[in-house]
């Protein structure tokens, strides 16, 4: 593990956002609950946070493409820009699955969701196109849900304990719900996979009975 993180909640970007994405690296060891890592907040817990998203994984490898896309920034150029809890390097989204199950110090963890960008990383960045940039890019990292709590610390190794849908890679839903978005038999198959977050397989279901995309304007721009 290249960097453990938490952060309260402050203002973020021109709006003044109440926000919890800005976290800093601790050096010493944190018990991990049900609901994430002690002393780390959400600024709006409706849509951050809670059982399903309790710790936010983002590689440290995407932050080279980052840099070769949006040129220089400061945010790149160590872990934290994308409000990750942790922070590694030999994992993507292209390896991990839904349902993998890590140990990471004395907890374990499991693979719940990708992570669906919003418009507060354009306040992160100071670029209004960068939660789009995310989400087309397939480079948005991943949740966790705790299966067992613990204590973490930042020296721990993330170990792949099982692999319960090894097929079902997030690069594999990433696809299916923005590349190929009304892809039915991978919509049906999202729907019923145990393991992933229930929010998104009501998700695919909706696509499936309506047989349209809905919009994502709102959750990318944070217009309205």
Not at 86 to 94: H, I, N, P, Y
Not at 116 to 123: F, T, V
Request: charged content about 25%; overall charge positive.
């Amino acid at each position: 593990m290249l960097s453990l993180r938490i952060g309260g909640v402050a203002p973020l970007g021109a709006r003044s956002v109440p926000s919890g994405i800005v976290k800093a690296p601790v050096h010493h060891a944190l018990h991990l609950s049900e609901t994430g890592f002690a002393g780390d907040r959400q600024g709006d817990t409706v849509r951050h946070g809670g059982p399903e998203k309790a710790v936010h994984h983002y590689p440290f490898e995407h932050y080279a493409d980052w840099a070769r896309d949006l040129g220089p920034h400061p945010l790149l150029a160590g872990p934290g820009a994308f409000g990750e809890n942790l922070s590694t390097a030999g994992l993507t989204e292209r390896m991990v699955a839904i349902g993998d199950v890590f140990q990471l110090g004395t907890a374990v963890i499991e693979v719940s969701q990708g992570r669906q960008p919003c418009w507060k990383l354009n306040e992160r960045f100071g670029r209004t196109e960068m939660a789009r940039l995310v989400q087309s890019s397939g480079r948005t990292g991943w949740y966790y849900r705790v299966l067992t709590p613990g204590t973490v610390s930042p020296a721990d190794r993330l170990v792949l304990r099982e692999r319960r849908a090894p097929e079902w890679t997030l690069a594999r839903i990433w696809r299916a719900f923005y590349i190929d978005p009304l892809n039915r038999a991978e919509l049906a198959g999202i729907a019923a996979l145990e393991r992933l977050a229930d929010g998104w397989r009501a998700h695919a279901a909706r696509r499936l009975e309506s047989n349209r995309v809905e919009d994502w304007a709102k959750r990318l721009t944070g217009a309205g």
